[in-house]
């Protein structure tokens, strides 16, 4: 089969999701935030997979650059939401500004932990991208404006399938796009064998702090996109195990191939919901629902027995496009 | 003045914790170049180790505090704990030692859920009163001391100063002037070589894991007695500052894992005591980052070069 | 390649979101609960969730409301912020609930106000404190009093005791703990008292010696620690090694199985507010602990009397209604007067919190001792 030109996909992807958005309100409101969670889920997981899977750098810090857009697009709506007026478009325009600085705001904080972070690899990137998330959480912690401890609520209910889905189409088609350029296998020469890319005349220090900047850009839009669906956000739900999750969604996709991860993202959204369904039959036998109930366990069984037995992922080889990456 | 030495003291002791636990962080990144994320639930688990077998193991001495039954506990769960490492090791980061070292990550992080929300489902969600294995009290100074008399300083603080000590000491025997340890330090140097001349890399990384388990639970027991409430989460905060102690000090390096625990232990006691404690965990990472910046084989670490 | 890829993972995503029916039989009323049964705060998930549980068995026992049996659904948000959202829209929308119970921790509760309020469906919190709570709007409610009244409760007793110089130590992680600590604060200063050092730790924390040690050297009459039993019963031991003699003040996040177990005497002399007493030998109080105790082997503490007491208004509210749509049955939630409950007598007041007395306990020989009631 021919190749389908990547942006008429993209503009198909927005156009299917404006259609979806129409129907949006005869959708079971469960499974509506199911899928607008998916949403959310696989831009994060695919912009981790830019800095992780295509470039090799081990983050475990993604969920701070979602809690950096998560709270500066809550707190541009919760102060500026009605500057340009209270009509639709005018709310509508400032939520798009919103999402759009969240994500910048979030990129200079990649920017801010790439560039030091340059000079470490493997675990010890991990540990720091782990401190540098600690330290976010830290800073929202002790911000009176943000709600500190108890939360940031009030925040107005913006995001729908249209926008989510939009996001996702541009994380994916954007980060494809990237990798796929001539440029951009200057990510996948870094990933391969940094020395050897340096001795090639690459600028490997550019590549891997332009895969932070552009993966938290990203996560900060995926946060911008929770807060104003959630409606409220606490600094706990940007936690160690929020990273975790995200960097698993990567492994489990298989690391550098985007449809995998996206694929990973949908599987690990559903999954615990399904779990929650089946501790809910009543003629169970108890063990079964006493586990089901016990997600935590499961997962983290899962999670090792996968590590085992295909530490490449479960989809290692899908891909979007014929090819290789 | 007095405030500032009395929060010395406070430092030391809990810096002699993250001690203990730093070492086993210390040695598993020596020979294996990698982060055990599990090694703060190893501590967790051997204070439930500790809580577990203490009832019948104080029986043997009467059942009330005594400082034999004590120490036979603290033996009973560096042991269990030691076991529960080697296990580990065994079971989860074997097989996949011809892996990347992101694979062996993510597993650990799996191992760390996992006995974290195991030890939920297990011992119970809500914190345990650890048994009072000794009577921990103030000891008195005379009153000729001054105004040194008013410091305050517990037997459990001792006990865990002086127990890591001791242990501390072993330890340096066994690495030093055993042939285990040659073949450990051998390893560490460079695996490649240390096999080739006959070490038996599995035999060395099982021994490897079971004394690092073992520090992590004499942690666990030490930390019940100054603290006596124990919860299957306690590992985590502890596991991470233990981890930053060792870079501090230069991972893969005991004496520098000794070195950043009581550091560690000191800044945060100094933090609390003089700054505002919401800013203790931030710091303590600031210090992890800045430390892996400007020196990243740590205070008492080698500097080591990327090969091609 | 590049469409069946896709259309590959959206049908997988249609296919394991096919509804799930859930075995719902006719006369019975769904009502839902989420609550943190495993994480972080599992231990006050899992005993206000017992308490819920086993007030609806007893009124079901009792013949259920309206004719028909209360069934309970509950949902773990395993203490992870993001969950409330999406469970309470699945008990709203899967379940059909015709009104929700939980949680205790104010951030799960504020993220599933919202949703509770958009749908119209009640919800009742047992124990969430916090005053933004039920400001989300008229269908949220509570049955546990809130910060303000609660550290003012404290402060009043300190200042009755003639406590003039006050230290404060706070659970900054805890909003619970820094709302107690700001009203306790701002009546002890209004009311010409002074605090002489305030001390901050988070939960999880174990060592508390280096904020003791800061206390001690302020040499205050009282301590306030508006903590949980968790860090209060370390905070109680490692005060009595440091020589800190003056006693402990606190509130209802004392009671805890572990609490004197792990503190020893060392509270003794300490007094705290709380909602209810197990000790109290009111009969609706004595046989909700022994039904308690006979069921799950503990005694109760106070998210579980809460947890009891907000299925109890709800089923109240519910023959009152004679209904359980949405809007009648709101109606009857917020016309609760004078209900007996286990944790006192509620009557829920314009804002929708629940006004009680608070009772103040005091700690000696191995148990509370009933000191006095605090009238709203």
């Given at each position: 089969?021919?190749?389908?030109?990547?942006?008429?996909?993209?503009?198909?992807?927005?156009?299917?999701?404006?259609?979806?958005?129409?129907?949006?309100?005869?959708?079971?409101?469960?499974?509506?935030?199911?899928?607008?969670?998916?949403?959310?889920?696989?831009?994060?997981?695919?912009?981790?997979?830019?800095?992780?899977?295509?470039?090799?750098?081990?983050?475990?810090?993604?969920?701070?650059?979602?809690?950096?857009?998560?709270?500066?697009?809550?707190?541009?709506?919760?102060?500026?939401?009605?500057?340009?007026?209270?009509?639709?478009?005018?709310?509508?325009?400032?939520?798009?500004?919103?999402?759009?600085?969240?994500?910048?705001?979030?990129?200079?904080?990649?920017?801010?932990?790439?560039?030091?972070?340059?000079?470490?690899?493997?675990?010890?990137?991990?540990?720091?991208?782990?401190?540098?998330?600690?330290?976010?959480?830290?800073?929202?912690?002790?911000?009176?404006?943000?709600?500190?401890?108890?939360?940031?609520?009030?925040?107005?209910?913006?995001?729908?399938?249209?926008?989510?889905?939009?996001?996702?189409?541009?994380?994916?088609?954007?980060?494809?796009?990237?990798?796929?350029?001539?440029?951009?296998?200057?990510?996948?020469?870094?990933?391969?064998?940094?020395?050897?890319?340096?001795?090639?005349?690459?600028?490997?220090?550019?590549?891997?702090?332009?895969?932070?900047?552009?993966?938290?850009?990203?996560?900060?839009?995926?946060?911008?996109?929770?807060?104003?669906?959630?409606?409220?956000?606490?600094?706990?739900?940007?936690?160690?195990?929020k990273s975790v999750d995200i960097v698993v969604m990567v492994i489990l996709g298989g690391m550098g191939?985007?449809?995998?991860?996206?694929?990973?993202?949908?599987?690990?959204?559903?999954?615990?919901?399904?779990?929650?369904?089946?501790?809910?039959?009543?003629?169970?036998?108890?063990?079964?629902?006493?586990?089901?109930?016990?997600?935590?366990?499961?997962?983290?069984?899962?999670?090792?027995?996968?590590?085992?037995?295909?530490?490449?992922?479960?989809?290692?080889?899908?891909?979007?496009?014929?090819?290789?990456? | 003045?007095?405030?500032?030495?009395?929060?010395?003291?406070?430092?030391?002791?809990?810096?002699?914790?993250?001690?203990l636990i730093a070492i086993g962080y210390t040695m598993v990144f020596g020979v294996l170049r990698f982060?055990?994320?599990?090694?703060?639930?190893?501590?967790?688990?051997?204070?439930?180790?500790?809580?577990?077998?203490?009832?019948?193991?104080?029986?043997?001495?009467?059942?009330?505090?005594?400082?034999?039954?004590?120490?036979?506990?603290?033996?009973?769960?560096?042991?269990?704990?030691?076991?529960?490492?080697?296990?580990?090791?065994?079971?989860?980061?074997?097989?996949?030692?011809?892996?990347?070292?992101?694979?062996?990550?993510?597993?650990?992080?799996?191992?760390?859920?996992?006995?974290?929300?195991?030890?939920?489902?297990?011992?119970?969600?809500?914190?345990?009163?650890?048994?009072?294995?000794?009577?921990?009290?103030?000891?008195?100074?005379?009153?000729?001391?001054?105004?040194?008399?008013?410091?305050?300083?517990?037997?459990?603080?001792?006990?865990?100063?002086?127990?890591?000590?001791?242990?501390?000491?072993?330890?340096?025997?066994?690495?030093?002037?055993?042939?285990?340890?040659?073949?450990?330090?051998?390893?560490?140097?460079?695996?490649?070589?240390?096999?080739?001349?006959?070490?038996?890399?599995?035999?060395?990384?099982?021994?490897?894991?079971?004394?690092?388990?073992?520090?992590?639970?004499?942690?666990?027991?030490?930390?019940?007695?100054?603290?006596?409430?124990?919860?299957?989460?306690?590992?985590?905060?502890?596991?991470?500052?233990?981890?930053?102690?060792?870079?501090?000090?230069?991972?893969?390096?005991?004496?520098?894992?000794?070195?950043?625990?009581?550091?560690?232990?000191?800044?945060?006691?100094?933090?609390?005591?003089?700054?505002?404690?919401?800013?203790?965990?931030?710091?303590?990472?600031?210090?992890?980052?800045?430390?892996?910046?400007?020196?990243?084989?740590?205070?008492?670490?080698?500097?080591?070069?990327?090969?091609? | 390649?590049?469409?069946?890829?896709?259309?590959?993972?959206?049908?997988?995503?249609?296919?394991?979101?096919?509804?799930?029916?859930?075995?719902?039989?006719?006369?019975?009323?769904?009502?839902?609960?989420?609550?943190?049964?495993?994480?972080?705060?599992?231990?006050?998930?899992?005993?206000?969730?017992?308490?819920?549980?086993?007030?609806?068995?007893?009124?079901?026992?009792?013949?259920?409301?309206?004719?028909?049996?209360?069934?309970?659904?509950?949902?773990?948000?395993?203490?992870?912020?993001?969950?409330?959202?999406?469970?309470?829209?699945?008990?709203?929308?899967?379940?059909?609930?015709?009104?929700?119970?939980?949680?205790?921790?104010?951030?799960?509760?504020?993220?599933?106000?919202?949703?509770?309020?958009?749908?119209?469906?009640?919800?009742?919190?047992?124990?969430?404190?916090?005053?933004?709570?039920?400001?989300?709007?008229?269908?949220?409610?509570?049955?546990?009093?809130?910060?303000?009244?609660?550290?003012?409760?404290?402060?009043?007793?300190?200042?009755?005791?003639?406590?003039?110089?006050?230290?404060?130590?706070?659970?900054?992680?805890?909003?619970?703990?820094?709302?107690?600590?700001?009203?306790?604060?701002?009546?002890?200063?209004?009311?010409?008292?002074?605090?002489?050092?305030?001390?901050?730790?988070?939960?999880?924390?174990?060592?508390?010696?280096?904020?003791?040690?800061?206390?001690?050297?302020?040499?205050?009459?009282?301590?306030?620690?508006?903590?949980?039993?968790?860090?209060?019963?370390?905070?109680?031991?490692?005060?009595?090694?440091?020589?800190?003699?003056?006693?402990?003040?606190?509130?209802?996040?004392?009671?805890?199985?572990?609490?004197?177990?792990?503190?020893?005497?060392?509270?003794?002399?300490?007094?705290?507010?709380?909602?209810?007493?197990?000790?109290?030998?009111?009969?609706?109080?004595?046989?909700?602990?022994?039904?308690?105790?006979?069921?799950?082997?503990?005694?109760?503490?106070?998210?579980?009397?809460?947890?009891?007491?907000?299925?109890?208004?709800?089923?109240?509210?519910?023959?009152?209604?004679?209904?359980?749509?949405?809007?009648?049955?709101?109606?009857?939630?917020?016309?609760?007067?004078?209900?007996?409950?286990?944790?006192?007598?509620?009557?829920?007041?314009?804002?929708?919190?629940?006004?009680?007395?608070?009772?103040?306990?005091?700690?000696?020989?191995?148990?509370?001792?009933?000191?006095?009631?605090?009238?709203?």
């Open positions: 089969m021919r190749r389908l030109n990547p942006k008429i996909l993209l503009i198909l992807a927005v156009v299917l999701a404006a259609v979806a958005n129409v129907f949006s309100s005869s959708i079971n409101p469960y499974y509506y935030d199911i899928l607008i969670t998916i949403g959310i889920n696989i831009i994060l997981a695919v912009s981790l997979n830019l800095v992780i899977g295509y470039t090799g750098q081990f983050s475990l810090g993604h969920a701070g650059f979602m809690a950096v857009g998560a709270y500066f697009s809550a707190w541009v709506t919760l102060n500026f939401g009605f500057v340009l007026g209270a009509t639709v478009p005018a709310t509508t325009t400032v939520y798009v500004l919103a999402l759009a600085s969240g994500g910048l705001v979030a990129a200079a904080t990649g920017l801010l932990v790439g560039v030091p972070s340059l000079r470490l690899r493997g675990d010890y990137l991990a540990i720091v991208t782990l401190g540098f998330s600690e330290i976010i959480k830290g800073v929202i912690q002790n911000a009176e404006p943000l709600g500190a401890q108890r939360g940031l609520g009030g925040i107005v209910q913006h995001t729908d399938i249209f926008w989510t889905f939009t996001g996702v189409a541009l994380a994916v088609y954007g980060i494809l796009a990237l990798v796929h350029s001539t440029y951009g296998s200057g990510f996948l020469a870094v990933r391969d064998d940094e020395i050897a890319a340096e001795a090639m005349g690459i600028n490997t220090t550019k590549y891997k702090v332009l895969a932070f900047v552009i993966g938290a850009f990203f996560a900060g839009l995926a946060g911008g996109l929770y807060a104003h669906f959630k409606q409220f956000i606490h600094p706990e739900g940007f936690n160690f195990l191939s985007t449809a995998g991860v996206c694929l990973a993202a949908v599987i690990l959204t559903i999954l615990p919901e399904l779990l929650r369904a089946v501790s809910d039959y009543p003629w169970l036998p108890e063990p079964v629902r006493n586990l089901a109930d016990n997600r935590m366990i499961l997962y983290s069984v899962l999670l090792i027995v996968l590590m085992l037995n295909r530490p490449q992922g479960l989809f290692g080889k899908l891909n979007f496009g014929s090819r290789k990456s | 003045m007095i405030e500032f030495l009395q929060q010395l003291i406070n430092g030391l002791a809990q810096g002699s914790i993250y001690a982060i055990n994320f599990a090694h703060g639930d190893v501590y967790m688990l051997g204070a439930f180790a500790g809580f577990y077998t203490a009832p019948k193991l104080m029986g043997l001495f009467g059942g009330g505090p005594s400082y034999a039954g004590a120490a036979l506990v603290l033996v009973s769960a560096m042991s269990i704990c030691a076991v529960i490492g080697v296990l580990i090791e065994r079971v989860c980061y074997r097989p996949l030692r011809q892996h990347p070292r992101l694979t062996v990550l993510i597993t650990a992080i799996g191992v760390s859920l996992l006995l974290e929300s195991g030890g939920q489902y297990v011992f119970g969600a809500d914190p345990q009163a650890f048994p009072e294995i000794i009577a921990d009290a103030a000891i008195e100074f005379p009153a000729s001391w001054g105004i040194f008399s008013t410091l305050t300083i517990t037997i459990g603080q001792v006990l865990v100063v002086g127990s890591t000590l001791v242990l501390l000491l072993v330890l340096r025997t066994v690495v030093l002037h055993t042939r285990t340890g040659m073949a450990m330090r051998a390893l560490s140097l460079n695996p490649m070589a240390a096999s080739l001349m006959g070490v038996n890399l599995d035999a060395i990384l099982s021994f490897t894991f079971a004394i690092g388990s073992a520090m992590a639970g004499a942690a666990g027991v030490l930390t019940s007695i100054q603290q006596p409430s124990i919860d299957p989460l306690m590992g985590i905060n502890a596991g991470l500052k233990a981890f930053v102690a060792a870079v501090l000090g230069g991972i893969g390096n005991i004496p520098g894992a000794a070195l950043g625990g009581l550091l560690i232990g000191l800044l945060e006691a100094l933090v609390v005591g003089y700054v505002n404690p919401t800013y203790r965990d931030p710091l303590v990472f600031a210090v992890l980052i800045l430390v892996l910046l400007f020196k990243p084989s740590g205070l008492l670490g080698k500097p080591e070069r990327e090969k091609v | 390649m590049q469409t069946p890829q896709i259309l590959r993972v959206l049908a997988l995503a249609a296919s394991v979101s096919i509804p799930v029916f859930s075995a719902m039989a006719e006369g019975e009323i769904p009502v839902g609960e989420f609550a943190s049964l495993t994480g972080a705060s599992a231990s006050f998930g899992q005993s206000s969730h017992k308490g819920t549980e086993l007030a609806v068995e007893q009124i079901n026992a009792a013949g259920g409301v309206l004719g028909k049996k209360i069934r309970l659904i509950t949902e773990d948000d395993q203490s992870q912020a993001g969950q409330p959202a999406t469970i309470v829209r699945k008990l709203i929308s899967q379940d059909k609930v015709v009104a929700i119970l939980g949680e205790v921790a104010s951030s799960k509760s504020l993220e599933a106000a919202p949703i509770c309020q958009q749908n119209k469906i009640p919800m009742i919190s047992p124990a969430s404190t916090n005053p933004k709570v039920t400001e989300v709007g008229d269908y949220i409610f509570r049955v546990c009093f809130i910060d303000p009244f609660q550290g003012t409760v404290m402060s009043k007793f300190a200042r009755g005791k003639g406590w003039k110089k006050i230290a404060v130590l706070t659970d900054v992680k805890q909003d619970y703990s820094v709302g107690l600590a700001e009203f306790f604060v701002k009546d002890i200063l209004a009311n010409g008292g002074e605090i002489v050092r305030e001390q901050k730790y988070s939960t999880g924390d174990k060592d508390f010696k280096p904020q003791l040690t800061s206390i001690k050297a302020a040499q205050p009459d009282a301590i306030f620690v508006p903590g949980y039993y968790g860090e209060v019963s370390l905070i109680a031991k490692q005060a009595k090694l440091l020589g800190i003699k003056v006693p402990l003040l606190g509130g209802d996040g004392w009671v805890g199985d572990s609490l004197l177990k792990v503190a020893g005497k060392s509270l003794d002399g300490s007094f705290f507010s709380s909602h209810f007493s197990a000790s109290d030998k009111a009969e609706k109080v004595q046989n909700f602990v022994s039904k308690f105790k006979a069921k799950y082997g503990e005694v109760p503490d106070d998210m579980a009397a809460l947890g009891y007491d907000s299925a109890m208004i709800l089923a109240d509210a519910m023959r009152r209604a004679g209904t359980t749509e949405s809007a009648a049955l709101r109606d009857a939630i917020a016309g609760t007067k004078g209900f007996d409950a286990v944790t006192g007598m509620i009557t829920l007041d314009a804002n929708r919190n629940a006004s009680k007395s608070a009772v103040i306990l005091s700690i000696g020989n191995g148990g509370f001792e009933f000191v006095e009631s605090v009238q709203p």
